[in-house]
């Protein structure tokens, strides 16, 4: 049960962690559009205390906003990523300022009101974090420090090798109690038929092997979607990547590839992208467990939708209006996840196109 003072403590340890990221750049960094696809850090950071208001302030404490002025200019919906650049967001110390305000008057509610179930509170926490990983996607797109993984330890390369799941059914999704989002419920009996995956995600050494023997030339391998956006973008390796390979370890396994090249990679190789039943599935099979999950969010073959039975809670925004709209789930986490959210039953979705993503995949096939 959450408490009063690990709520507190929560809230101050997101924001630490929030301020650490930002800390090394200008206001004139901050401000500036990094890339076409992302918000500018300040825009995110006024987000993050639109949000904070709006939920525990004002939905759950009853009070006034602090700026309701900004409601719709920190809406998510209102002001799409391509117009964020534009508008008369807080710039800044004015920022700063605006998310201090905000989180003292959030601690006030909690010492007055109460956390009631906590539900709102780590919602609310979450969110927070879950912008800390969008912000080092954009930092990664315009070469800031903080928009890659640390390099890696000396070690062998992973064994290339598959784990036999056996037929059967299993529980799926989020239970009831403890906090999970809307779309990870309700939790509900799958029966999956038996399949191999691939105990390790592809590396970045196993990419430049596809690279380097037509991946993205060889038109059998891709989708008739996909190859039309490799053409159309002159898509020839994954973001990040020069003509001479990745700038992480060989080692390393893949980021940034859509789920485009993704489902190329895995038809050159025989095998599949697992579905989001199967990725579950495995990662709770407890005999051979899957090897480096949280290092880079794993695209499924499965398009992002409610589970039978799936309630909006506490808003539709969430997960709903995403429901039926081509975005592929992905799941895992990244080495940008922040521990709070990591969990076996958490849903991240995107575009098939995106690549701005901490993602890669692991394979799957079919038991024949």
Avoid at 68 to 96: K, N
Wanted: hydrophobic share 40%; with cysteine; aromatic share 12%.
């Amino acid at each position: 049960m959450a408490t009063t003072t690990s709520l507190g403590e929560a809230l101050q340890d997101v924001r630490a962690r929030t301020l650490d990221l930002v800390s090394p750049f200008s206001h004139a960094e901050l401000e500036r559009v990094q890339h076409p696809l992302m918000s500018p850090l300040d825009w995110d950071l006024g987000h993050i205390a639109a949000y904070e208001d709006l939920w525990l302030v004002h939905r759950h404490g009853g009070e006034p906003l602090l700026r309701g002025d900004l409601a719709d200019l920190y809406d998510a919906f209102e002001t799409p990523r391509d117009q964020r650049g534009e508008i008369a967001f807080l710039r800044g110390q004015d920022v700063f300022d605006y998310i201090a305000e905000v989180r003292e008057r959030s601690l006030d509610v909690l010492d007055r009101v109460g956390p009631g179930d906590g539900t709102l509170f780590e919602m609310v926490i979450r969110h927070e974090a879950q912008h800390n990983e969008t912000m080092r996607q954009t930092l990664f797109l315009g070469g800031l420090p903080g928009g890659r993984p640390e390099p890696l330890a000396d070690g062998a390369p992973p064994h290339e090798s598959w784990i036999d799941i056996p037929a059967g059914s299993f529980a799926m999704g989020a239970g009831d109690h403890g906090f999970a989002f809307d779309n990870e419920r309700p939790r509900h009996a799958v029966d999956v038929p038996a399949f191999w995956i691939a105990r390790h995600p592809v590396t970045n050494a196993s990419w430049m092997h596809f690279v380097e023997g037509g991946g993205y030339e060889r038109r059998e391998w891709w989708s008739a979607e996909g190859w039309s956006w490799k053409e159309e973008y002159d898509i020839t390796h994954p973001e990040g990547w020069t003509a001479d390979g990745p700038a992480d370890d060989d080692h390393r396994p893949v980021l940034h590839v859509s789920w485009f090249e993704a489902d190329a990679f895995a038809r050159a190789h025989g095998a599949r992208l697992p579905t989001e039943a199967e990725w579950e599935r495995a990662s709770t099979w407890t005999q051979e467990p899957l090897q480096d999950v949280g290092a880079a969010w794993e695209w499924t073959s499965t398009c992002f939708d409610g589970y039978s039975g799936f309630r909006a809670h506490p808003y539709p925004e969430y997960s709903e209006v995403f429901f039926g709209q081509g975005h592929r789930v992905l799941r895992g986490s990244s080495w940008a996840t922040e521990d709070r959210v990591r969990a076996t039953t958490f849903r991240n979705w995107d575009l098939p196109v995106r690549r701005q993503i901490f993602a890669g995949l692991r394979l799957a096939k079919d038991v024949t």
